[in-house]
């Protein structure tokens, strides 16, 4: 028989219940990976004394996440990780999370104690300085970009790959933007400008080149950010006070 590496029972009415694997192989975007080897390539550079690498389910997806001691310890460079990584391994085992820690938690076996990984604490890397969004454009971005890296924050200035994002993900991003502000942009902006403040710049760019219909008024620049700011303002009591406005007009 073929060893697939899944693991299953029979229960006692002879159904067959899958288990998962008693291996650490994961399928990422359709590529199967092996997380020991992830975790033996990431030892392999100079500055990490100890790494671990497991993987979770956000939403429908499958996402690696990185557990690096650092030496010495200083902040964790996301940026040279992830081009160390890129020359030796698929591009589906590039972690999509890293985790700074003091040292792997170890069974009375010196084995890695994956299960006490699962309760680190895993959020957004704190590789820069956080900025809030600024301007109602940057803030629209900021929601796109929360909604598609299942993030409860996100700063201006981080980067779309080290949070998370990869091409999948990125094309979700391009998609939701054509929706929203109904612009075609090219897919390759999110690679060129992966930050909230350079997409957004593009993006402006972009929207006060549309043409506009010759029956409507034009309004861009400034105007264009106080409009929205102005909608943003509108609450639920003042639509409601002028739904009963236009009813009473009509009776």
């Known amino acids: ?29 359709g590529v199967r990976l092996e997380l020991a080897e992830i975790e033996a390539t990431l030892v392999q ?12 389910k956000v939403e429908d997806e499958v996402e690696i996440v990185a557990y690096v001691v650092w030496r010495p310890p200083t902040p964790l460079a996301i940026d040279t990780l992830r081009e160390f990584l ?12 890293w985790v700074q820690v003091e040292s792997l938690p170890l069974l009375a076996n010196g084995k890695v104690d994956y299960a006490a990984l699962q309760n680190v604490e895993v959020e957004r890397p704190l590789t820069r300085q956080f900025q809030p969004p600024r301007t109602p454009l940057e803030q629209a971005v900021a929601a796109i970009w929360l909604e598609v890296l299942h993030l409860q924050s ?18 979700q991003v391009i998609s939701r ?4 502000f109904g612009v075609e942009m090219p897919f390759a902006t999110i690679f060129e400008s992966s930050t909230i403040a350079d997409f957004t ?12 219909d010759p029956a409507t008024p034009v309004i861009e620049g400034a105007e264009y950010r ?15 006070a ?9 009776s």
């Open 1 to 29: 028989m073929y060893r697939t590496g899944d693991l299953a029972r029979f229960s006692s009415d002879h159904a067959l219940h899958y288990l998962g694997r008693f291996d650490k192989q994961v399928k990422v975007r």
């Open 45 to 56: 550079f100079e500055d990490i004394s100890a790494a671990a690498v497991t993987a979770r």
């Open 86 to 97: 890129r020359s030796k391994v698929p591009s589906a085992a590039i972690p999509g999370r």
């Open 154 to 171: 996100v700063g201006i200035n981080d980067n779309f790959f080290e949070l998370g994002g990869h091409s999948l993900r990125a094309s």
């Open 177 to 180: 933007v054509r929706d929203r």
């Open 201 to 212: 710049g593009v993006l402006e760019a972009l929207l006060e080149q549309q043409p506009s």
């Open 226 to 240: 106080e409009l929205v700011q102005q909608i943003s303002a509108i609450t639920e009591e003042d639509v409601g």
């Open 242 to 250: 002028l739904l009963t406005a236009l009813r009473s007009n009509v």
